[in-house]
C-alpha cells in the first residue's frame, strides 16, 4: 500500500516537509472554494505527482482530503474523529471545513467542470496568467457563470497574482475561432498529417517505460523510507562501512532522494509525450472538408486535443473593468513548432 502523500512513514508520524507544503496549499485552495479539477491542474501545472508518481486527478485528491491523518487525526469504532498525537498537515477546523466545502459541492461538482472547460483539465494547452505565469483555473463568478481566474496568494496560500479573470464562453470562441483558422490552412494539415503515423510510433515504447519508471518509483519510495528509519538507528548496509555509520545513512538517504526526483522528472516527461500522442490522435484527419462545422458537433476532448496540438501556451491579460471585450491584447497565443514537435 504506497504511503500517504505528506508522510515519510506508514504510521503517519513523520511529515516529508516538500509533499505537506504542497499538500497544505492545495487544502488551502479548496478553502478558498476552488474546484477540486482546477486544483490538480496547478498540481500538474507545477510538477507535483502523487506518490506513485502519476497525475493528480479530482476523485483522488478528493479523497485525500476527506482523510483525517492530514489533520493528526483518526475515527474511533463509534466514527468520532480523536488526535493521534501525531504531525499534521492541517489544522483539525481546516479539516472539518474541507468536508464541509465536499458535501456542498458534491451534487454539481464532480468531474463536471472538467468536461465543462476547453483550456483546462486533461488534453489541454498550457494556460496562464500573462502577469505573473502562474496557471489559470476553472472558477466560476458569483453569479455562475463559466468563468476562469488567476488564483490569488498567500503566505500560507502560495499562487498567482489573483489579477486576472476571463469569462469562459468568450475566451474559449476567441481561442477557438484562431485555432479553427489555422488549422484549415492545407499547409498545415499537411505537416500535421505527415508527423501523425511517426509520433504515434513512440506510443507503444514510451507506455512501457513509463509503467518500468513507476514500478521503480514505487519501489524507491519504500527503500527511502526503510533507509531514513535505518539511518535514525545509526544502521545502513555493509556497501556504506567505509565511513562513519551516521554520515553514510545520511548519505544513502540523500542518493535514494536525488534517485526520486529523477524519476519523478522522467516520469512528467514521459507522461506529458505520452498526452501529446494521445491529443494528435484526436485531432480530424484531411478528409474532414469542414473544420468549423466539425468543432460544432465534436465532443470536447477532441476539440481539447486540437487546441492542445495546435497551441503550447494561452495567456491570459487584464482588461478593464467590466470589460467583456476578448481580443489580442487580452490574450497571447503561442503557437506550437512543428519541427520541434515532431
Known amino acids: 500500500m504506497p504511503r500517504l502523500y505528506g508522510f515519510d512513514d506508514a504510521a503517519h508520524r513523520r511529515l516529508r516537509q516538500g509533499e505537506a507544503a504542497v499538500a497544505r496549499a492545495a487544502a488551502l485552495r479548496r478553502l478558498d472554494h476552488q474546484a477540486l479539477p482546477a486544483i490538480t491542474d496547478w498540481m500538474a501545472a507545477e510538477g507535483h505527482l502523487t506518490t506513485l508518481g502519476n497525475t493528480w486527478r479530482p476523485a483522488g485528491l478528493g479523497a485525500y482530503f476527506a482523510n483525517p491523518a492530514i489533520a493528526g487525526l483518526y475515527r474511533d469504532e463509534s466514527g468520532n474523529l480523536v488526535p493521534t498525537g501525531g504531525p499534521h498537515i492541517i489544522t483539525p477546523q481546516e479539516f472539518e471545513k474541507l468536508q464541509e466545502i465536499s458535501e456542498s459541492k458534491r451534487p454539481t461538482e464532480g468531474r463536471a467542470d472538467d468536461r465543462d472547460y476547453l483550456l483546462t483539465g486533461e488534453k489541454s494547452v498550457e494556460f496562464v496568467c500573462g502577469l505573473c505565469g502562474k496557471p489559470m483555473g476553472a472558477s466560476p463568478s458569483n453569479s455562475g457563470s463559466r468563468g476562469y481566474r488567476c488564483m490569488p496568494s498567500t503566505r500560507q496560500h502560495p499562487g498567482g497574482c489573483g489579477k486576472v479573470r476571463l469569462n469562459a464562453d468568450l475566451g474559449e470562441a476567441y481561442v477557438a475561432e484562431h485555432v ?115 468543432w460544432t458537433h465534436a465532443p470536447l476532448p477532441s476539440k481539447k486535443a486540437l487546441v492542445g496540438v495546435m497551441l503550447e501556451q494561452v495567456a491570459v491579460y487584464p482588461g478593464g473593468r467590466g470589460s467583456r471585450t476578448v481580443d489580442g491584447d487580452r490574450v497571447a497565443l503561442k503557437w506550437r513548432i512543428w519541427d520541434k514537435a515532431a
Open 180 to 294: 479553427l483558422a489555422e488549422s484549415a490552412k492545407p499547409e498545415v494539415r499537411a505537416v500535421i498529417e505527415a508527423v501523425r503515423d511517426r509520433i504515434a510510433a513512440e506510443a507503444k515504447p514510451l507506455t512501457k517505460q513509463l509503467a518500468e519508471d513507476k514500478k521503480a518509483r514505487k519501489m524507491l519510495g519504500s527503500r527511502f523510507g526503510q533507509s531514513e528509519a535505518l539511518a535514525r538507528q545509526g544502521k545502513v548496509g555493509a556497501e556504506d562501512l567505509t565511513t562513519p555509520v551516521e554520515e553514510a545513512g545520511q548519505e544513502l538517504v540523500r542518493r535514494l532522494r536525488m534517485a526520486e526526483q529523477e524519476l519523478d522528472a522522467r516520469i512528467k516527461k514521459t507522461s506529458e509525450r505520452l498526452r501529446f500522442i494521445e491529443q494528435l490522435a484526436l485531432v480530424p484527419r484531411l478528409e474532414v472538408p469542414d473544420l468549423i462545422r466539425w
